[in-house]
């Protein structure tokens, strides 16, 4: 997850300058008749405005997986024989965190 996380803040950079870089190709340059029509074919414009929120939807999934994570672990160890200090407020968050999910 981890992975996943730190990379995707770059993956929305790079696209970023990407989409960036295609817009000054539009407004230098006239496009031929094949790039109109695979632009169409592609539905360009709407990858063009989709994908940067399709990446920021996949960056706040692997938030949420993040915190499921970690209401797993507190959560998970409460079910111990031993007698340890607990914070009450950190189980009773991931218990909750847990419960919102169903």
Do not use: C, W
């Amino acid at each position: 997850m981890n992975f996943i996380q730190g990379n995707i803040k770059y993956a929305i950079e790079h696209i970023q300058n990407l989409l960036g870089h295609l817009v000054l190709y539009e407004e230098q340059y006239q496009p031929t008749p094949d790039i109109e029509e695979n632009a169409e074919k592609i539905e360009l414009e709407f990858l063009m405005e989709d994908l940067p929120k399709l990446i920021k939807s996949m960056e706040e999934g692997v938030k949420r997986m993040r915190n499921i994570s970690t209401s797993l672990r507190t959560f998970s160890r409460t079910d111990t024989n031993e007698r340890n200090d607990f914070n009450l407020h950190e189980g009773l968050d991931s218990t909750i965190a847990l419960r919102a999910r169903e």
